[in-house]
C-alpha cells in the first residue's frame, strides 16, 4: 500500500498546479485507480447486496428491475435476533462470541507463551519441535473429522461449546506460535539480558518486556484466530447440533429448512460480519511497526 | 576467552582495554551472568558464583549498544532496576530525577528511547545502571558514542561517583585516555588473553610485550630489527651498522636474551631525536614525508631497516628528501624477543 500511495502523490505533485488552481493528474495515476476501484467495488459489491437486503421490507427485496432506493427497515433485524426459527439468532450469537473469545484467548495465551520459548531457549529439539507445530496443520481438516468426532463422542462433548473451543484453540495454537515465534526473535536479546541484570524473573521479562514490544503481533495474532473461529463451518456443522450451534451453523440452517426468508436471511448475515469486522477495526491501530526503534543502537 | 586470571580488590576501578574482538565484553558479559563459564571460577567476596543467575549477581551493567527499554520512556527505563526491587514509588521518584539531574536528561523525563539522540540514550542507558547500589558496577563502552566535551564531563563524573561510593568498578573501553583518566588499574585484553595489568604509567614504561607496547602510546610504536650484542663489558644493541649501549639498569633487567639473536626494538616516536647526518650514535635515515600536526610534526624517515617515525617539534622539523640521523632515547627503549615478549623484567624484579 505504501510505496503506491507515495508514488501517486509524487506523480500529482509532479504533474503540478495549472495557473487557475486545476490540477493535472497523470494518466497513470487515474488508471491506476480505476484498476482498484473495479476490484475493491467487485469484492464489497456482494456484501452492498446483503446489507441493503436486510434492510428492505418484502416487496423490495423481490421487486424487479431492482430498487436501488428505499424506505429502509429494521423488522428483518428484529425477525432475524428474536422471532424466527422459534427462538431467533439471538442464542448462536452468544454461542458464536463465547467460543470464539475463548479460543481466541485461549490460543494467544498459550501460543506465546510456547513462541517465547520457542524464540528464546536453546534447548535440544526445538527446531524439531517448531517443525512439528507447523505440520500439524499440513492434513486438510476434513481429514480430522471423524477422529474428532468419535473423541467428542468419548468425552460426552458433542453439541458442547468446550468442543469448540478446544478444536479452535488447537487448530490456531500452530499458527499463533509460529507467527509469534518470529516476532519474539526479533526482540534484540539485549533487552532481556538488560531486565535480567535489572533483576526481572523470565516471567516478568515476558510479560513486562517481550510481550509490550510485540504487541502487532499478538494483535495480528488475535484478529487470525478470532476470524478463523468465527467463520468455521466444518467442525462446527459436525460437533453441534442445536446448544452450542455458532452462526455459520444457524445460518446454514437456515436456508434448507426454512425456505428462502431473504430479509432475515440476509440480517442474519450482516450480524455475522458486523462483530468480526468491529473486532478488528478496535485492534488495527495497534497494528504499527517499528515497537524496538531506539533499543539499541 | 581464555587463562582470565585477574584479581580486582574491593572498591577498585578497572579498565578493561583492547581492541575489538579481544575478548572484552566477553569478560563483562560472563561477570554479569549473561555468558556461561566454560571453565575456571568467578569468585566475589569469596564466593563462587559460576551458577549464580544474572537476576541474584546484584551487578549493573551499561550496555555497549545501550539495551533501552523502547516501550519506556526515560523515567521507566531508568526506574526498571528499582521497580524490580519494590522500592517505594516515592523513593523512586526522587532517585530518578536526581540520576537525570546528574546525566542532563530531565528534559527528555517523558521521551520514549526512540526520539533521543545517541547521546541522550547512552545516558538513559548509563542512568540506569547508576540509580542502583550494585556490589559491581559492569559498564561496556558507556561513553563510547558521547561528543568529546559530554564525554569528558561524564567520565569525571563517573569517577566522582566512584570516589564518593566506593562499588567495585569494571568498565570496557578502546580509548586509553579514559581508562588512564577513569581508572584505577588497566587490564589490557588482546586475543582472548589478558596481556598486562597495571596503571598507564605502568603500561606505558613497563610493557610485558610487543603488543601491549603497540597497543598503548599515544603514537605507534617504531619496532626496528635488532641484535643484542657484548661490547667492551657492556651490552649493545646492533641496529644495522649501529651500535647503542643500553643504560645500566636495562642492562641489569635484561633477562633470558641470547646473544646474536634476532631481536625487535620498540621505540615511541617522541622518543626519535632528528640530529645532523653522521651525528654519534645516530642512524642514517631519509625523510621521506614531513606531516605538519601544529606545534609538533611528524617525520617518516626510511633507514636501512626499515621506516622510523619520528615526532619532533614544528620548529625543528626537517626538510622532505633531505639526508638525517636518527638518534634513539634508548633508556625509553623496549627490546622484544622472538615471540614478542619484553626482555626487560618489570621494575618490581629488580629490587
Known amino acids: 500500500m505504501k510505496p503506491s500511495r507515495s508514488g501517486s502523490a509524487a506523480a500529482t505533485a509532479k504533474g503540478g498546479e495549472l495557473a487557475g488552481g486545476f490540477r493535472l493528474v497523470p494518466a497513470a495515476v487515474l488508471v491506476r485507480y480505476l484498476v482498484a476501484g473495479t476490484f475493491v467495488g467487485f469484492c464489497l459489491f456482494p456484501f452492498y447486496i446483503i446489507l441493503t437486503t436486510s434492510l428492505k421490507a418484502e416487496r423490495d427485496i423481490f421487486a424487479w428491475p431492482p430498487v436501488w432506493l428505499f424506505d429502509p427497515t429494521f423488522k428483518n433485524f428484529y425477525q432475524a435476533l428474536f422471532v424466527f426459527g422459534g427462538q431467533g439468532a439471538f442464542a448462536f450469537i452468544v454461542n458464536s462470541v463465547i467460543i470464539t473469545a475463548f479460543s481466541t484467548v485461549l490460543s494467544v495465551g498459550l501460543g506465546s507463551m510456547a513462541a517465547y520459548g520457542l524464540a528464546r531457549f536453546p534447548f535440544r529439539g526445538r527446531k524439531q519441535l517448531s517443525f512439528w507445530i507447523l505440520s500439524t496443520r499440513f492434513a486438510p481438516p476434513i481429514a480430522f473429522v471423524v477422529p474428532v468426532y468419535l473423541m467428542a463422542l468419548q468425552l460426552d462433548l458433542l453439541d458442547s461449546r468446550i468442543a469448540l473451543v478446544l478444536i479452535y484453540t488447537s487448530m490456531n495454537l500452530s499458527l499463533v506460535i509460529w507467527l509469534l515465534r518470529g516476532f519474539f526473535m526479533e526482540i534484540p536479546i539485549e533487552i532481556e539480558e538488560a531486565a535480567l541484570v535489572d533483576g526481572y524473573t523470565r516471567l516478568q521479562i515476558f510479560r513486562r518486556v517481550a510481550l509490550p514490544l510485540v504487541r502487532p503481533g499478538i494483535v495480528t495474532a488475535a484478529i487470525l484466530s478470532a476470524v478463523f473461529s468465527w467463520n468455521e463451518f466444518l467442525f462446527a456443522v459436525i460437533l453441534t447440533q442445536t446448544h452450542a450451534a455458532t452462526l455459520p451453523v444457524y445460518l446454514s440452517g437456515f436456508s434448507n429448512a426454512m425456505g428462502l426468508a431473504w430479509g432475515e436471511y440476509m440480517a442474519v448475515g450482516v450480524i455475522a460480519v458486523l462483530p468480526i469486522t468491529l473486532f478488528t477495526a478496535m485492534l488495527q491501530k495497534h497494528l504499527v511497526r517499528g515497537l524496538t526503534f531506539g533499543a539499541i543502537r | ?351
Not at chain 2, 17 to 40: D, F, I, Q, Y
Not at chain 2, 326 to 337: R, S, T, V
Open chain 2, 1 to 351: 576467552m581464555r587463562d582470565l586470571d585477574l584479581v580486582i580488590e574491593d572498591g577498585e576501578f578497572v579498565c578493561i582495554l583492547g581492541p575489538s574482538g579481544c575478548g572484552k565484553s566477553s569478560t563483562l558479559r560472563m561477570l554479569a551472568g549473561l555468558e556461561p563459564v566454560t571453565a575456571g571460577d568467578i569468585l566475589v567476596d569469596g564466593t563462587r558464583i559460576n551458577d549464580v543467575s544474572a537476576r541474584n549477581r546484584d551487578m549493573a551493567m551499561v550496555f555497549e549498544n545501550y539495551a533501552l527499554y523502547p516501550h519506556l520512556d526515560v523515567y521507566h527505563n531508568i526506574a526498571m532496576p528499582l521497580v524490580a526491587r519494590r522500592v517505594r514509588n516515592d523513593e523512586i521518584r526522587d532517585r530518578v530525577f536526581r540520576v537525570c539531574e546528574t546525566l542532563r536528561l530531565t528534559e527528555q523525563i517523558n521521551s520514549r528511547p526512540r526520539t533521543l539522540s545517541g547521546g541522550q540514550r547512552q545516558r538513559v542507558a548509563l542512568g540506569r545502571a547508576l540509580i542502583r547500589h550494585p556490589r559491581i558496577f559492569l559498564m561496556d563502552e558507556p561513553l563510547g558514542h558521547l561528543e568529546a566535551h559530554l564525554r569528558a564531563e561524564l567520565r569525571a563524573e563517573i569517577r566522582r561517583l566512584h570516589e564518593q561510593r566506593g562499588t567495585t568498578t569494571v568498565y570496557i573501553t578502546h580509548d586509553q585516555q579514559e581508562a588512564g583518566a577513569v581508572g584505577d588499574r588497566i587490564a589490557v585484553m588482546n586475543a582472548g588473553r589478558l596481556q598486562q595489568v597495571g596503571s598507564l604509567h605502568d603500561l606505558l614504561n613497563w610493557p610485558v610485550n610487543r603488543f601491549v607496547a603497540q597497543f598503548i602510546g599515544e603514537w605507534p610504536l617504531n619496532l626496528l630489527p635488532v641484535n643484542l650484542i657484548a661490547e667492551s663489558g657492556s651490552m649493545s644493541i646492533r641496529v644495522d651498522d649501529l651500535a647503542i649501549p643500553l643504560t645500566p639498569m636495562q642492562t641489569r633487567r635484561l633477562t633470558g636474551a641470547k646473544l646474536e639473536s634476532p631481536l625487535e626494538l620498540g621505540v615511541r616516536p617522541d622518543d626519535v631525536e632528528i640530529v645532523n647526518v653522521g651525528s654519534a650514535l645516530s642512524l642514517r635515515a631519509h625523510v621521506a614525508v614531513v606531516e605538519p600536526q601544529g606545534d609538533t610534526s611528524v617525520v617518516v624517515a626510511e633507514t636501512a631497516v626499515g621506516r622510523v617515525n619520528a615526532v619532533v617539534p614544528s620548529t625543528e622539523a626537517p626538510i622532505t628528501n633531505s639526508a638525517v640521523g636518527l638518534k634513539f632515547a634508548i633508556a625509553q627503549a623496549h627490546l622484544f624477543g622472538p615471540d614478542g615478549a619484553s626482555l626487560f623484567t618489570g621494575l618490581d624484579n629488580i629490587k
